[in-house]
C-alpha cells in the first residue's frame, strides 16, 4: 500500500471507516465510530500505509473532549470526595501501586524496553484504548433520538474558541494532556457559573472520535506489530490483571459511596483521560464523578510516573540478562 498515491491512501480510509464504522453501529455494536476507523487505521498501517494524521488535529480532537466533559463537570461533584478523601486516596495509592507492579513484571519477563513498560502500563499513560465509545452505544439504541445536525447559534463558535485557546496554550505550556485538560477547566467554569452553555454538536464528536481512532490505528506499523507479537502473552496476563484488579476497587468503591458498579469501574479502570470521557459520555454513569477521580488520578501520575518509570527501568532487569 506505500506505492499508492496519497489520495487514494486517504481516499481508502475515509471510505472505508464510514462504511465499518457506521455499519457497526448498525448492529449496536460498542465503540462504532471509535473502532472503526482504528481498525481500517490498523489494517492500512500493517499494509504499509505512509498517510498520518498530523499532530494539530489529535490536539484539536482532544480539546474537543475536554469542552465535551466540560458540560458534565461542577463542584458540586467535590463534595463527596473531600467527604471520602481517605477512601478516593486508597484508591488512587492502589491504582499507581498495581500499574507499578504491573509495568516492572513486564519488563522484567518480556522484551519491552524500561519507559515503555513502565508508563505503557500506568493508568492513563495511554493517550487512546479501544474503549466503547459514546455514539456507538447509547446512540446505536436509539438513533432516532439523535440529532446529529440541530440549529447552532453564538455558542457554537464560542465554543470552538474555547477548544482552540486550551488547544494552543496547552502544549505551549508544556502541561501534560493540556489540549485536553485546559478546555475541560475553561469550559467547566463558563458553563458551571451559567456564563455560557457549551454547544458541541454530535457530528463535531464523531469527527473527533474518528481522528483519534485514526491517529492510533495508523501508528500500528508492522515494527511495532512484531514488538506486541513477541511480548503478547506478558501483555494480556498485565492488562487482564489490572483490569481484574481495577473491578475489584470498583466493587469496594460501591460498598462506600453512593455510585453504581459501571460508574466506579470507570472511575478507576486504566486508559486515558479522553478514551475513559468517550466511554462515560455514551454510558449511563456519572459523568462529573467519573471525570474528577481520572482527572484526580491523572495529575497524581504527573506527580509520580517519572520517578516511577525510572525506577522500573533501573531495577526490573529483564530475565533473559
Not at 22 to 41: D, E, K, S
Not at 92 to 104: D, F, K, M, P, Y
Not at 171 to 182: F, M
Not at 240 to 246: I, K, N, R, S, T
Amino acid at each position: 500500500m506505500e506505492k499508492f498515491p496519497r489520495l487514494i491512501q486517504w481516499s481508502i480510509l475515509l471510505l472505508a471507516s464510514l462504511v465499518l464504522g457506521f455499519g457497526l453501529q448498525t448492529f449496536h455494536i460498542p465503540a462504532a465510530l471509535l473502532l472503526g476507523p482504528m481498525i481500517v487505521g490498523v489494517a492500512m498501517g500493517l499494509l504499509g500505509a505512509t498517510v498520518r494524521i498530523p499532530g494539530y488535529l489529535f490536539i484539536a480532537a482532544q480539546a474537543v473532549l475536554g469542552c465535551m466533559i466540560a458540560q458534565s463537570l461542577s463542584p458540586a461533584i467535590l463534595t463527596p470526595l473531600l467527604d471520602d478523601w481517605p477512601l478516593v486516596l486508597l484508591v488512587l495509592i492502589a491504582t499507581l501501586l498495581a500499574s507499578g507492579i504491573s509495568g516492572w513484571c513486564l519488563v522484567r519477563f518480556s522484551g519491552l524496553p524500561g519507559p515503555t513498560g513502565a508508563w505503557g502500563s500506568s493508568p492513563g499513560g495511554a493517550s487512546a484504548m479501544v474503549a466503547r465509545i459514546g455514539l456507538g452505544d447509547e446512540a446505536g439504541h436509539g438513533s432516532a433520538a439523535l440529532e446529529w445536525f440541530p440549529s447552532l447559534d453564538w455558542r457554537f463558535p464560542a465554543t470552538l474558541g474555547v477548544a482552540m485557546v486550551g488547544a494552543w496554550l496547552g502544549p505551549r505550556l508544556r502541561i501534560p494532556s493540556g489540549a485536553l485538560l485546559l478546555p475541560m477547566i475553561i469550559g467547566a467554569v463558563l458553563h458551571s457559573s451559567g456564563t455560557m452553555a457549551l454547544q458541541i454538536p454530535e457530528w463535531l464528536l464523531a469527527l473527533a472520535y474518528t481522528l483519534i481512532g485514526w491517529s492510533v490505528g495508523l501508528r500500528f506499523t508492522r515494527p511495532i506489530f512484531l514488538l506486541a507479537l513477541r511480548t503478547l502473552p506478558q501483555m494480556v496476563v498485565s492488562i487482564v490483571a489490572l483490569m481484574l484488579f481495577c473491578g475489584l476497587l470498583a466493587w469496594m468503591l460501591t460498598h462506600f459511596l453512593p455510585v453504581d458498579l459501571m460508574t466506579a469501574y470507570l472511575a478507576t479502570s486504566p486508559g486515558g483521560l479522553d478514551t475513559v470521557a468517550i466511554i462515560a459520555a455514551g454510558s449511563r454513569v456519572d459523568m462529573s464523578f467519573v471525570m474528577a477521580m481520572q482527572t484526580l488520578r491523572l495529575f497524581t501520575i504527573l506527580l509520580t510516573g517519572p520517578a516511577m518509570a525510572r525506577f522500573i527501568s533501573n531495577h526490573a532487569t529483564p530475565a533473559s540478562t
